[in-house]
């Protein structure tokens, strides 16, 4: 049987990929600092531990690993990764986490590492033009990301292909673009503009007023949790080895993400733009790349993803007035 090791298994991304590859008939081992939050893990053994101490990455790899998926780090949403408050974590965290995990993989042999980077490290003087962000894999450099988040995003890519370059480590590096869907954050200051909109549409009587950072205007495109496990998943079984856009083009201002979900819920709702953390301008995957090495395009629009994910909030939303 195939062995699959997941770090940030008790995450959102993590947790949905671990389900993918029990699917595909792996032995799946999970670790993270904490127990998937909204669901039973499906891991064959999930071990709770930090990865940023060198003996816990020691004791959850071994040589028969087929694969390591390494999804663990520091992050958040806007209002965790834009304030300021966090960015010695954030670095520390992370790069440690990267650190540990690359070397142990590198001396072990595994036989493939992926590695999952952000649309965070792209350039903040590409993405001033809410209409026309560049976000081409080949527009990093000169690097300028807008968070310490994407710069340790960026370090990290740079090791993980060091190790490619130096000790023929094989490595699938993929930049997420604003991943979202049911059992994420969505509630604890941590969740991302769709799980937060959503969660206001769904606590405010029709005919209320929902808050939005900034003035509405920036653009974002968003991608539903089962097609980033699909990309990933094809991206890992290629031989090229990033790093690639993994995101959709279908770019949206945040007042009309916030429209379509009014859509969904049949409400009428006032937007109050609010001073607040807003990252860049504006971000749009750039997928041309990863179609013509992996051949594949997103599949479903952005409406489908948004009305599973409201639905499931919405369910949370009403779970916990009722507890409360």
Same mark, same amino acid.
């Not at 590409?126 to 209409?131: A, E, G, H, K």
């Not at 995003?153 to 490595?171: C, D, I, P, T, W």
């Given at each position: 049987? &195939?062995?699959? @090791?997941?770090?940030?298994?008790?995450?959102?991304?993590?947790?949905?990929?671990?389900? =993918? $590859?029990?699917?595909? #008939?792996?032995?799946?081992? %999970?670790?993270?600092?904490?127990?998937?939050?909204?669901?039973?893990?499906?891991?064959?053994?999930? !071990?709770?531990?930090?990865?940023?101490?060198?003996? /816990?990455?020691?004791? /959850?790899?071994?040589?028969?690993?087929?694969?390591?998926?390494?999804?663990?780090?520091?992050? %958040?949403?806007?209002?965790? /990764?834009?304030? #300021?408050?966090?960015?010695?974590?954030?670095?520390?965290?992370?790069?440690?986490?990267?650190?540990?995990? !690359?070397?142990?993989?590198?001396?072990?042999?595994? &036989?493939?590492?992926?590695?999952?980077?952000?649309?965070?490290?792209?350039?903040?003087?590409?993405?001033?033009?809410?209409?026309?962000?560049?976000? =081409?894999?080949?527009?990093?450099?000169?690097?300028?990301?807008?968070?310490?988040?994407?710069?340790?995003?960026?370090?990290?890519?740079?090791?993980? @292909?060091?190790?490619?370059?130096?000790?023929?480590?094989? !490595?699938?590096?993929?930049?997420?673009?604003?991943?979202?869907?049911?059992?994420?954050?969505?509630?604890?200051?941590?969740? &991302?503009?769709?799980?937060?909109?959503?969660?206001?549409?769904?606590?405010?009587?029709?005919?209320?007023?929902?808050?939005?950072? %900034?003035?509405?205007?920036?653009?974002?495109?968003?991608?539903?949790?089962?097609?980033?496990?699909?990309?990933?998943?094809? $991206?890992?079984?290629?031989?090229?080895?990033?790093?690639?856009?993994?995101?959709?083009?279908?770019?949206?201002? @945040?007042?009309? $993400?916030?429209?379509?979900?009014?859509?969904?819920?049949?409400?009428?709702?006032?937007?109050?733009?609010?001073?607040?953390?807003?990252?860049?301008?504006? =971000?749009?995957?750039?997928?041309? $790349?990863?179609?013509?090495?992996?051949?594949?395009?997103?599949?479903?629009?952005?409406?489908?993803?948004?009305?599973?994910?409201?639905?499931?909030?919405?369910?949370?939303?009403?779970?916990?007035?009722?507890?409360?």
């Amino acid at each position: 049987m &195939k062995k699959a @090791l997941v770090c940030g298994a008790g995450g959102f991304i993590g947790s949905h990929m671990v389900k =993918r $590859l029990k699917k595909e #008939g792996y032995w799946v081992r %999970g670790v993270d600092l904490k127990y998937t939050e909204f669901a039973p893990t499906e891991a064959d053994d999930f !071990v709770i531990g930090d990865l940023r101490e060198q003996r /816990v990455c020691r004791s /959850v790899v071994d040589e028969s690993f087929e694969v390591i998926y390494q999804f663990a780090a520091d992050m %958040g949403g806007a209002g965790f /990764v834009f304030t #300021g408050e966090n960015d010695a974590d954030i670095l520390h965290n992370s790069a440690l986490i990267n650190l540990n995990m !690359v070397e142990l993989a590198n001396r072990l042999k595994i &036989k493939k590492i992926f590695y999952s980077s952000s649309a965070c490290i792209y350039p903040e003087h590409n993405q001033l033009d809410p209409d026309n962000p560049n976000c =081409r894999e080949d527009s990093a450099y000169p690097a300028n990301p807008d968070s310490e988040y994407g710069w340790e995003k960026l370090f990290s890519e740079r090791l993980y @292909l060091a190790f490619h370059k130096n000790h023929g480590l094989a !490595v699938r590096i993929a930049r997420y673009h604003n991943i979202f869907g049911p059992e994420g954050s969505w509630n604890n200051g941590r969740e &991302k503009a769709p799980a937060a909109l959503c969660r206001k549409v769904a606590e405010t009587p029709d005919g209320g007023q929902i808050e939005i950072w %900034g003035d509405g205007k920036q653009t974002r495109s968003f991608l539903y949790i089962d097609e980033c496990i699909e990309a990933t998943r094809r $991206l890992v079984d290629s031989d090229c080895l990033g790093p690639l856009n993994i995101g959709s083009e279908e770019m949206v201002t @945040l007042d009309q $993400l916030a429209t379509m979900i009014m859509q969904i819920a049949g409400k009428t709702l006032a937007i109050k733009h609010i001073p607040g953390p807003t990252g860049v301008r504006g =971000r749009n995957s750039d997928n041309a $790349l990863y179609f013509e090495k992996i051949g594949w395009k997103v599949s479903k629009p952005l409406l489908d993803g948004l009305t599973q994910t409201y639905l499931w909030i919405k369910e949370q939303a009403e779970r916990v007035g009722t507890a409360a």
